[in-house]
């Protein structure tokens, strides 16, 4: 296996796991019978003890994404696959703007 698939499946493990945070967010605030506390309490109620705080958990999501962001740069320089090459930026694209989507989320 070469280092740039390397660095793309694990670029691409930290943003599914950014991703599926996402997802369980949306499906639980959109859910109109729950109040936003409510919301709130059940999505945090996912996350270990020691991560339940807002802040901690923004926190982590925002470190996957910038270590997501990271793995497919070191993807993209070692790739000489045009494909790939292609792919690293749109990937790098998608978790940059999740990643400054829970940036903004600490406002």
């Not at 109040?35 to 709130?40: N, P, R």
């Not at 910038?66 to 000489?80: A, E, T």
Request: net charge positive; with cysteine.
């Amino acid at each position: 296996m070469k280092k740039a698939d390397i660095f793309y499946i694990l670029g691409f493990i930290f943003l599914c796991l950014l991703i599926t945070d996402l997802v369980l967010w949306i499906m639980i605030s959109t859910d109109d019978s729950k109040s936003f506390t409510e919301a709130i309490k059940e999505h945090r109620s996912y996350w270990p003890v020691f991560l339940q705080r807002p802040l901690k958990a923004t926190l982590v999501n925002i470190s996957f994404g910038v270590v997501s962001i990271l793995m497919f740069i070191g993807g993209y320089v070692r790739s000489k696959r045009k494909f790939f090459k292609g792919l690293a930026i749109a990937l790098i694209i998608i978790a940059g703007l999740i990643t400054c989507w829970q940036v903004f989320s600490l406002m």
